[in-house]
T-cell receptor, first 113, second 120 residues
Framework: GNSVTQMEGPVTLSEEAFLTINCTYT??????LFWYVQYPGEGLQLLLK?????DKGSNKGFEATYRKETTSFHLEKGSVQVSDSAVYFC????????????FGSGTKLNVKP | NAGVMQNPRHLVRRRGQEARLRCSPM?????VYWYRQLPEEGLKFMVY????????ESGMPKERFSAEFPKEGPSILRIQQVVRGDSAAYFC??????????????????FGPGTRLTVL
């Protein structure tokens, strides 16, 4: 079946530190991979995506590379800001299963000034 | 172009009452997905609907929960006889169309702000 596992939080970093949030997946077929961000009291916003192996998604300084050989899609940012504090969800979309999304449990990021 | 709209944003119900959650997809979108987020957890798929059809309800609890997406009007998620365990955030997402099963293709889903249901 399909599932997503991401590192547990919370992750606490100082401003300008390097960020990695690990995400691995299991899937049948040809999944697309996503990172969503959720700010307190709000819905999910798409952060970045990758639709096939070796694709790199990037947005707002965040990057993630679709690694089929390691079934991973780790999120990275070189220098975090206080405004990046939020919960980050890794997700996959299964093309062969009505495109429904499977989400990881979320990783809360706290960035201190 | 307005995004996905959900109302109410917050809903409080007492045990045994009914909860109705509404979702208006983005203009031109004919696919709607409902997800539930329990406290401190990720989102879990509940149901996928197209206009007037339930396509996949494999994530819906067998009892008390139902969903519809009529020809006109918003999609409705209905929870009858709510219990405390139903307290959660319910998110709706919409998608434009089915692009078919082609590798590298995907249907981006646009999420609404959610309805936070509290059962007293």
């Amino acid at each position: 079946g399909n599932s997503v596992t991401q590192m547990e939080g919370p992750v606490t970093l100082s401003e300008e530190a390097f960020l990695t949030i690990n995400c691995t997946y299991t899937a049948t077929g040809y999944p697309s991979l996503f990172w969503y961000v959720q700010y307190p009291g709000e819905g999910l916003q798409l952060l970045l995506k990758a639709t096939k192996a070796d694709d790199k998604g990037s947005n707002k300084g965040f990057e993630a590379t679709y690694r089929k050989e390691t079934t991973s899609f780790h999120l990275e940012k070189g220098s975090v800001q206080v405004s990046d504090s939020a919960v980050y969800f890794c997700a996959l979309s299964d093309l062969y299963n009505f495109n429904k999304f499977y989400f990881g449990s979320g990783t809360k990021l706290n960035v201190k000034p | 172009n307005a995004g996905v709209m959900q109302n109410p944003r917050h809903l409080v119900r007492r045990r045994g009452q009914e909860a109705r959650l509404r979702c208006s997809p983005m203009k031109g979108h004919s696919h709607v997905y409902w997800y539930r987020q329990l406290p401190e957890e990720g989102l879990k798929f509940m149901v996928y609907l197209q206009k007037e059809n339930i396509i996949d309800e494999s994530g819906m609890p067998k009892e008390r929960f139902s969903a519809e997406f009529p020809k006109e009007g918003p999609s409705i998620l209905r929870i009858q006889q709510v219990v405390r365990g139903d307290s959660a955030a319910y998110f709706c997402a919409s998608s434009p169309r089915d692009r078919g099963m082609v590798a590298g293709s995907y249907n981006e889903q646009f999420f609404g702000p959610g309805t936070r249901l509290t059962v007293l």
